[in-house]
């Protein structure tokens, strides 16, 4: 394992390198978050998507299909250069070139993660708001890792099948997916039978767990016009199931694709 650790470290500089990464994964989250709170502030009523307790969930899980980009095109610009042909030379091991190139992007996922939540507890100390507890952020980091993972593992297989040029087409066809599919700031909830359709993709399932934690109020209120929080039941399982099927088969597809790759190239 210290020869993927030594490659880990290689991805992580090229990464540093790009500006991608600070415009995107960091600036991203804290311009989303941001904007949408100058946008809420403009309005009559502000939209319960654009609290902080519904878009903070939203966000990261959004900012996640950006790690599937960075992933796509750091492993097809290697391929185009023959730098893992070279490498497949090497003594490295098909489990150091995935661990060498899954580590990086899950590390800086995790830094998304911490800098999307201080962003949004800055915004509420600024707007006098209430802000999601400790404890709850640590589960919301625990449950948005499946999907943060998944993008990871679609982004290392669209490197892996994909040219540098095509590569960042069919990832940013995904990113329009989490964006519209995912209710990041959409009010999914109010869209009727739309609702069910996203439930079959892993996007929404992730957001809507996160906001069960956080404890954001849905869009439509009740019979009496009170506001209700998302409940775990009587879909969450469901979401957690859909989710780990989305998870196993990313996971399997990836790897699978890379070692015939890998193999194809030796």
């Not at 790690?67 to 750091?74: F, I, N, Q, T, Y």
């Amino acid at each position: 394992m210290k020869k993927a650790w030594l490659f880990a470290k290689r991805n992580i500089l090229e990464m540093f390198r790009d500006p991608i990464l600070y415009i995107f994964c960091a600036g991203f989250p804290v311009g989303m978050l941001i904007l949408f709170n100058v946008i809420s502030s403009f309005s009559v009523e502000m939209p319960l998507v654009f609290s902080l307790d519904s878009l903070i969930p939203g966000v990261m899980m959004f900012s996640y299909s950006l790690l599937m980009l960075m992933a796509g095109l750091l492993i097809s610009k290697d391929r185009s250069t023959s730098f893992v042909k070279r490498l497949f030379t090497s003594p490295l091991k098909s489990i150091d070139f995935i661990v060498g190139y899954f580590v990086p992007f899950f590390f800086v996922g995790l830094c998304q993660n911490i800098v999307t939540i201080l962003t949004g507890f800055i915004i509420s100390l600024l707007t006098k708001t209430d802000y999601i507890n400790f404890v709850n952020c640590l589960l919301l980091v625990l449950e948005m890792l499946p999907i943060m993972i998944i993008n990871i593992m679609f982004g290392m297989l669209f490197g892996t099948i994909l040219n540098d040029k095509s590569a960042p087409g069919i990832c940013s066809i995904f990113i329009s997916a989490c964006g519209v599919l995912g209710g990041a700031w959409m009010p999914i909830d109010t869209m009727g039978d739309f609702e069910n359709v996203v439930s079959f993709m892993p996007f929404y399932p992730s957001v809507y767990l996160g906001r069960v934690i956080t404890g954001a109020s849905r869009s439509i209120p009740n019979e009496l016009g009170e506001l209700i929080s998302y409940s775990f039941h009587p879909v969450g399982w469901l979401y957690v199931l859909n989710i780990f099927v989305y998870l196993i088969v990313s996971i399997v597809l990836a790897i699978v694709v890379f070692k015939k790759r890998m193999c194809s190239a030796q």
